[in-house]
């Protein structure tokens, strides 16, 4: 590929999910991606992935956006960080890519979205569970329209895995399972069956090392009619886990589809059966229980990477994360209040 064709990436935040970003971008180099730049506070992080994959590493993230001629850059740092490095990729007119959640409040959401639209630049959303291999297969079932029109769901992410492990930042998080990973799920549900007239939420705090809620239980009402629950947990206690797998049942008009444990589809279509695994495949670089996870990490960067260069926004664009947050600051709103609480809407300024 010519050299004017290629984009040039820069990475900040080289941390514990970011590994999955830099392996990613390395497999994307036969499609034209070059991993140039990667960045973080802590100088020994950035210059051990800069080694391994053969970028120029950097502790400041001003610095590399002047030192360097970034086409996109993947920030992969906490949410804490994510509207301050968003707001200097705009200013440099870098297009970005900003890890889930966008950000700790909905009111730095819309910042950061106003931002780019602001200085045009192209944003995007790093929410990678609809690109997992198996989400994917779901969704080609559903269009194929093998369970008709969907009209009841649940899925459910609930594990007791020890995500504080490799995650210590999250037992302090005043908002942290529906934030955290029921963001995921909520997003699934919007990808399964569209947008979400209001909701119902209910809270419980079940481990005692935690600051925030580890368990949510989310009832939804979509504009189509149907109705889905949406179930996060850190707290289950289950032999097998299901970590980190998203469980789920959809019912439709003309079947159904029920996703259980070690990535089983199993599909009733006009009283037909049939199953499928729906598991990704383990690449050089992944590894179980966090395969399904890593490799959407692949597809995601791959999506981002071709919508990029078409000038085209992304599935998972700032402006459709909106809607993805609207559901968990809905959620929050309606455990706290006990009523059913619509989402909010973000009007763009015209
Ligand atoms: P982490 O703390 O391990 O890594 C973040 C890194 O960013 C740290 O090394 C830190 O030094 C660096 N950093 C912070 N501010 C910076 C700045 N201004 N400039 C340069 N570097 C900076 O965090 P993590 O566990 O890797 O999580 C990062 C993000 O990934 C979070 O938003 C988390 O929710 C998300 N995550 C997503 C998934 C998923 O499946 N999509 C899974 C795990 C984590
Ligand atoms: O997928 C995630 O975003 C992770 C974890 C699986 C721990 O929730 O934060």
Not at 103 to 117: G, M, R, S, Y
Not at 246 to 272: A, C
Not at 309 to 327: C, F, I, Q
Not at 340 to 347: E, F, L
Request: hydrophobic letters at 40%.
């Amino acid at each position: 590929m010519p050299e004017s064709k290629r984009t040039r990436i820069g990475l900040i935040g080289c941390g514990f999910y970011a590994q999955n970003h830099l392996h990613a971008w390395s497999d994307l180099k036969t499609e034209g991606a070059d991993l140039v730049a990667v960045c973080d506070l802590d100088g020994a992080k950035a210059e051990a992935a800069a080694k391994q994959f053969g970028a120029k590493a950097y502790s400041d993230a001003r610095a590399m956006f002047t030192a360097e001629q970034i086409d996109l850059v993947d920030i992969t740092t906490q949410m804490n960080s994510h509207k301050a490095l968003a707001a200097l990729a705009a200013e440099h007119k870098v297009g970005a890519i900003v890890q889930k959640p966008f950000a700790p409040t909905w009111a730095d959401c819309i910042d950061i979205v106003e931002t780019a639209k602001r200085h045009g630049t192209w944003l995007a959303v790093h929410e990678n569970f609809r690109f997992a291999t198996g989400m994917r297969r779901v969704r080609a079932v559903i269009d194929s329209g093998a369970i008709g029109q969907p009209n009841w769901a649940r899925l459910g992410f609930r594990t007791g895995y020890d995500v504080f492990k490799g995650q210590p930042y999250l037992a302090e998080e005043k908002r942290l399972v529906i934030l955290d990973v029921g963001i995921h799920v909520l997003d699934l549900a919007r990808y399964f069956l569209g947008e979400v007239k209001h909701l119902t939420c209910e809270t419980q705090k079940r481990l005692p090392h935690v600051k925030g809620e580890d368990t949510a239980t989310v009832m939804m009402r979509h504009n189509s009619g149907a109705v889905s629950i949406v179930e996060s947990t850190y707290a289950a206690r289950k032999i097998p886990d299901a970590f980190p797998e998203t469980l789920l049942e959809i019912e439709g008009t003309e079947g159904s589809i029920v996703v259980g444990r070690g990535d089983k589809m199993q599909v009733t279509t006009q009283g037909i059966f049939f199953e499928e695994n729906i598991g990704s495949p383990l690449l050089s670089w992944t590894s179980r229980p966090w395969h399904n996870s890593q490799e959407a990490v692949l597809h995601t960067n791959r999506h981002m990477l071709n919508r990029f260069r078409a000038g085209d926004a992304a599935d998972t664009s700032g402006e459709d994360n909106l809607k993805t947050y609207a559901l968990v600051e809905a959620a929050y709103e309606a455990a706290a209040s006990g009523q059913s609480v619509k989402p909010p809407q973000w009007i763009a300024k015209s």
